[in-house]
């Protein structure tokens, strides 16, 4: 079932064989990289990696994950463990994505190994929960270092947040709608930005060592607090800080040379996030002591007002450029999950239209948006990033299984690279691990729901996808003509080369 819905596309199974369909061989029906010819190259697929992942995350997670082991040393260490299991799931993803060379991320994978229901649950989750939450996080992050300046020696007003990063989310999704051009070049210049921003930090702390302030990294596992409870939460918000590890495998359509792109992006990408994000992690415990790291109402602010005094202020406007690239990149990804379950039939179908003009999914990205402006409602960061991280782990480790899955049913597939078996088995368990840790060791009724959540698109797909209960799809046709009208969008088999 799940098979026949990957390849039903027009011109999909013009003679070829099973390995082949799902692979480069493309139709002569409209997609989002052939006739667009706005191909990413390695630059545009590194820049892509390090500007999605490096984002808000290394500004907000540092005091989480300090705080749940409560030490030097061990921070670190997670730091550097959340880097080297980033690089294993996106050496997994590396040769899916060369494998079935759609986008769309986890979802086709799913759908070839597993069948729709799963990949449905996936899309179900993914786009009303957890990319919408963390493009709204993100963007809430960016409002509020971006309104601090204007409020010096106290907290921005809430409101001014939530208008701030609104404003955000629908300026990202404007620029998205409009050009896939546009929107990889402004990648581009943030991405730029925010290594100039992670430059500063990293030397600023090696002069710091270099001149002999490294008082605060001896005993440095002294008054840690170690236990599968706290190592769990602290990997969840480290790997906050390294989400976006898979996110070429979203616009694997728009990649030019995807076997060979793919992964040298992430071989390159991903290293070098790990390598800046410990260097970044010693540079703020340099100058301050595990306390005060926690006390501190926004880390790399104080170490800008430490270090870089009376030039600080360039501190929080380059970390909101860094914030609002990741927000920039998450839009450009998710944007291509959205399309792909449109059309799929798994979402409503007019999210699977491409604009004639511009040849971007401009339905799908502007949904994703207006669901992320629901999600700056006020909430908690922290528990945010613990829920979204236990709800996304859960198919990140169903992804890399089914990996291991097609090793044994799908023989017959081209694999461009093919990884050792032992690291998709390493992040099957280490998935594993993550998702049950927390329950475990410290259960909540909020992981309860997030499964019930989950397991609610059960009854959405019987209903709409088994039974084709089309009655959404009747109720949307006014959106739908009005859209083709504003937008001049079509749907895909309706634009040939």
């Not at 990205?365 to 829920?387: H, K, Q, R, V």
Request: glycine share 6%; proline share 6%; aromatic share 12%.
């Amino acid at each position: 079932m799940g098979k026949e819905s990957l390849r039903k596309r027009k011109g999909e199974n013009n003679g070829k064989e099973d390995g082949e369909s799902i692979q480069s061989h493309e139709p002569q029906t409209m997609n989002l990289q052939k006739q667009a010819k706005l191909f990413l190259f390695p630059l545009h697929g590194i820049c892509m990696i390090v500007g999605t992942i490096i984002g808000s995350g290394i500004f907000v997670s540092p005091k989480s994950v300090l705080a749940n082991v409560g030490a030097v040393g061990p921070c670190l260490t997670i730091w550097a463990a959340c880097g080297i299991l980033a690089t294993l799931g996106a050496l997994c993803f590396a040769e899916l994505g060369t494998m079935i060379t759609k986008s769309g991320g986890e979802y086709p994978y799913l759908m070839e190994a597993f069948g729709p229901i799963p990949a449905f649950l996936f899309s179900w989750t993914s786009l009303l929960v957890t990319k919408p939450s963390s493009f709204a996080i993100i963007c809430l992050s960016f409002a509020e270092y971006a309104s601090a300046p204007f409020y010096p020696g106290c907290d921005p007003p809430q409101v001014v947040i939530k208008c701030l990063a609104a404003a955000a989310i629908v300026i990202i999704t404007i620029v998205n709608s409009l050009s896939v051009k546009l929107g990889s070049y402004l990648q581009n210049f943030l991405t730029a930005a925010k290594m100039i921003i992670v430059t500063i930090i990293i030397v600023s702390g090696i002069v710091l060592l270099a001149q002999g302030k490294t008082e605060n990294f001896e005993d440095s596992f002294k008054d840690s607090k170690i236990s599968v409870s706290s190592i769990g939460l602290a990997f969840y918000n480290g790997l906050w800080a390294y989400d976006g590890w898979n996110q070429l495998n979203y616009i694997t359509e728009e990649l030019k040379n995807p076997y060979r792109n793919l992964p040298l992006s992430i071989i390159i990408g991903i290293p070098l996030v790990t390598v800046c994000y410990v260097l970044i992690n010693i540079s703020y415990f340099t100058v301050m002591t595990s306390t005060e790291l926690l006390q501190s109402q926004a880390v790399a602010v104080t170490f800008g007002d430490r270090v870089l005094y009376p030039a600080s202020w360039i501190v929080p406007l380059f970390v909101a450029f860094s914030t609002i690239g990741s927000a920039n990149g998450t839009c450009f990804t998710a944007g291509r999950l959205v399309y792909v379950a449109g059309r799929e039939g798994h979402m409503l179908k007019v999210l699977s239209y491409i604009s004639v003009k511009r040849l971007t999914p401009a339905p799908a990205i502007i949904f994703y948006g207006a669901i992320a402006i629901i999600y700056i409602i006020p909430g908690d960061i922290d528990t945010l990033i613990n829920y979204f991280s236990f709800a996304v782990w859960i198919f990140y480790g169903l992804t890399v299984l089914a990996l291991i899955v097609m090793r044994f049913t799908r023989k017959e597939l081209r694999r461009p690279i093919r990884i050792p078996i032992i690291i998709p088995v390493i992040v099957t368990l280490v998935s594993i691990l993550l998702v049950l840790a927390p329950i475990i060791s410290a259960p909540e009724l909020a992981y309860l729901y997030c499964v019930l959540f989950i397991l609610t698109g059960l009854i959405v797909y019987v209903l709409f996808v088994h039974f084709k209960f089309n009655w959404p799809q009747k109720i949307s046709k006014p959106i739908t003509m009005h859209l083709q009208m504003l937008l001049e969008v079509v749907p895909a088999e309706d634009i040939t080369e």
